[in-house]
């Protein structure tokens, strides 16, 4: 079963009941949606990394909203958040059949003209999956192709490994093809995932210092001389 970003894309366009924000984040949600579990989880710092914003409160007034609206639904598993998509979750159960074009067929590799039944490789690489890896991609239907062979037909390895490249500053074909060749994404993120929360966690239990700032204030005007440890309290 494999997820339908072009016609969920059409339909979130032309939703006058969410703004830009919103929109978008229902966007990144269905990216991250797996269709194995039927939810998504991406953590906060996914989230508030894809939306490119350091306020965690931004992110809840969006889900939040997006929940009121009744676009998702979130439930707790454990620590983590889990979000239901309700809305505009279009889903392929069977891959898409290659359809002929009625336009005529270009030449085969020798140069003559294919023999009616014969498919030319345009044709073959023209289906919703080629469209639909192309557009979130941005790289041409024959690359997009090889990418969906790599994958075995699964475009959401490809959303992970391209956006996994996007995020080393290296979202090219070559390097998201090596990455799908070469790893496993999806346990990549999910530890990088863990490592933001555990190192969240370090910095969360550090107790903040506090000063006398009256005196701090007086020692930075230069009416008092006092060290930075002496303003401490």
């Known amino acids: ?18 703004n ?16 194995d579990c039927g939810y998504a989880f991406p953590s906060y710092e996914i989230l508030m990394s894809d939306l490119k914003t350091k306020r965690r ?17 979130i439930k707790k598993k454990g620590k983590k958040n889990t979000y239901y998509i309700l809305k505009y979750l279009f889903l392929n159960k069977s891959k898409s059949k290659t359809t002929k074009q009625k336009h005529d067929a270009p030449v085969d590799s020798n140069g003559n003209i294919p023999v009616e039944g014969q498919m030319h490789v345009e044709e073959i690489i023209n289906t919703k999956e080629h469209e639909e890896v192309a557009a979130i991609t ?22 992970q490994a391209f956006e996994y490249s996007k995020s080393r500053g290296k979202a090219v074909f070559k390097y998201v093809s090596w990455c799908l060749k070469n790893l496993d994404i999806s346990k990549l993120i999910k530890r990088e995932t863990n490592k933001v929360e555990k190192n969240k966690l370090k910095f969360d239990n550090f107790e903040p210092r506090e000063y006398d700032y009256d005196k701090l204030e007086k020692s930075l005007l230069g009416w008092e001389e006092s060290t930075l440890t002496e303003c401490m309290i």
């Not at 830009?20 to 269709?35: A, D, G, M, P, R």
């Not at 409160?57 to 639904?73: D, H, M, N, R, T």
């Not at 990418?147 to 390895?157: C, F, G, S, T």
């Open 138 to 159: 941005g790289f041409n239907k024959k690359q997009a192709d090889e990418l969906l062979k790599v994958a075995d037909n699964k475009i959401e390895k490809i959303v």
């Open 20 to 35: 830009i924000e919103e929109s978008y984040l229902l966007l990144v949600l269905f990216k991250y949606h797996n269709t």
């Open 57 to 73: 409160a931004k992110i809840s007034k969006l889900l939040k909203s997006l929940e009121k609206k009744g676009y998702i639904s």
């Open 1 to 18: 079963m494999t997820k339908d970003f072009l016609k969920f894309i059409n339909e979130i366009e032309k939703d006058t009941n969410l």
